[in-house]
């Protein structure tokens, strides 16, 4: 973490001023909404507890549906330039690594007293949407309400559930309605699923490494893969952020806007496609790329995570940048939209606590909390940290893969191509899920190929894996 410019404690004062907070805060008045009576759920990681926002839907005529997005107010609790504020602007997002959890708050906060936590009275900030029965978004609203979160769900087994395939949550059936209610926003999420990706939006299926522990011994790195249940809320997410960024923008205000450049490795994107019998424009065309990733994911799902992984190295890193009002914005290629800020995660994201001071802001008709060269600045900061965060996170998940590979030196693995520069080339394999080095046969080799390799060195502290390609 210091390695890597991130602060691994909080300060004597941040502890001090956390000491004095007694409780959740409360607030009363007109501009509060009450909407505590409505079937609000979350649905998360099975551990997680950090819990960011809830969701619940109200059916309209003519098939259209009302989505409200309820986002936790962190600021309420952490104002600007207090100790707890300095050190979320430092490291500007939550860390998660096998080992530890490096919370941009304190967990006494993130998730306790700032977390839309379960049966629980809290303050939020409720993005609304109206959603037409083909998708379009025909009415949308931000305002501050009240709210009570009714079930604390897990993707997992809201996932089995939904897909026939395990039985409902004890919360679905102890909560009168909220069966319904997740069907309906299931409904919506897929047809917003449909729209997206029409309009170009990347389907990827990505596997993040998820340590697997007996007690306190690490037995396994497995793959945390993509469900239903994750794609209603990625997708509610994702409307819910262009809401606020269009807000914004309405109010003239200016805003972090995150963006996804057009890929400069395209060229390669286009290769790999060729490879697969497909044809790809020879410039930029996020449609395109869709349209090939959805038919590669039914013709091939078991090939699809490789190629979703080559594809997210291939297009590069997202960033944070300034949008002054009337200025052409810059888009998310891998969303295909052009308005996006991040507004979702205040409990682990620093952009969405500046995002919620500045919706409040102009909720109230007051200045923006921020000039645009201190949005500017936090912008290339954030942009920075969150990339070192991947870093630690990256490091430690290696360590934790060289400790489970060091008794496998010589063994033969199927592996997948995923970075190829002057600095090296790198492999990941499926079991466990891991990345090392390619330190022999490299030559002629680029991000997506299939290759046979074998185990020939490991350094745990380090996190070191070196493999050669076999023969």
Not at 99 to 110: G, Q, T
Not at 140 to 152: E, P, T
Not at 304 to 328: I, N, R, T
Request: aromatic residues 6%.
């Amino acid at each position: 973490m210091i390695e890597q410019g991130l602060e691994p404690d909080f300060s004597p004062a941040a502890l001090a001023q956390l000491q004095a907070i007694t409780g959740p805060a409360r607030e009363s008045g007109p501009q509060l909404r009450d909407l505590r009576a409505l079937l609000w759920c979350s649905i998360d990681n099975d551990d997680s507890r950090d819990l960011d926002q809830i969701s619940v839907t109200q059916p309209l005529a003519a098939g259209a549906v009302k989505i409200l997005i309820g986002i936790a107010d962190v600021d309420v609790t952490i104002p600007i330039g207090s100790p707890l504020d300095a050190h979320a602007s430092a490291n500007t997002t939550s860390v998660y690594t096998a080992a530890r959890i490096f919370p941009m708050l304190p967990e006494r906060l993130s998730t306790d007293l700032t977390c839309l936590a379960e049966d629980q009275e809290r303050l939020s900030m409720v993005i609304e949407m109206t959603i037409a029965a083909d998708g379009s978004v025909t009415a949308s609203d931000v305002y501050r309400a009240l709210v009570v979160n009714r079930a604390k769900l897990a993707y997992n087994s809201v996932a089995a559930w939904l897909d026939g395939k395990g039985p409902a949550p004890p919360r679905v059936t102890s909560v009168a309605g909220m069966d319904q209610q997740l069907r309906i926003q299931d409904g919506v999420a897929q047809v917003l699923k449909r729209v997206r990706q029409a309009q170009g939006s990347l389907g990827l299926t990505t596997l993040e490494p998820q340590a697997v522990f007996e007690d306190t011994a690490l037995v396994d790195l497995t793959a945390d893969e993509d469900n239903r249940a994750k794609e209603l809320i990625e997708y509610f997410m994702i409307a819910a952020n262009g809401v606020v960024a269009r807000f914004l923008e309405s109010k003239g205000s200016s805003s972090l806007r995150r963006v996804l450049r057009a890929p400069e490795r395209w060229s390669r994107i286009v290769e790999l496609a060729k490879r697969l019998g497909e044809t790809l424009p020879g410039a930029p065309d996020a449609r395109a790329l869709s349209a090939f990733l959805v038919k590669r994911q039914q013709a091939a799902p078991a090939q699809f995570p490789d190629l979703s992984l080559s594809v997210v190295k291939l297009l590069g890193a997202g960033e944070y940048v300034l949008k002054q009002p009337g200025l052409k914005a810059e888009g998310h290629f891998g969303l295909a939209v052009d308005d996006y800020t991040h507004a979702t995660a205040p409990n682990r994201r620093f952009p969405d606590v500046l995002t919620q001071r500045l919706v409040k802001a102009a909720l109230a008709g007051r200045p923006a909390p921020y000039k645009d060269d201190e949005l500017r600045t936090l912008a290339a900061h954030c942009t920075a940290q969150e990339g070192n965060a991947a870093k630690v996170e990256r490091q430690i998940a290696k360590s934790a893969a060289a400790l489970l590979l060091e008794s496998r030196i010589g063994q033969q693995f199927d592996a997948v191509v995923t970075g190829a520069s002057d600095k090296g080339t790198w492999v990941r394999i499926r079991q466990p899920l891991a990345e090392g080095r390619l330190v022999k046969g490299f030559q002629g080799l680029d991000v997506g190929d299939a290759v046979r390799v074998q185990l020939t060195h490991t350094d745990v502290q380090r996190g070191f894996i070196d493999f050669a390609r076999s023969s």
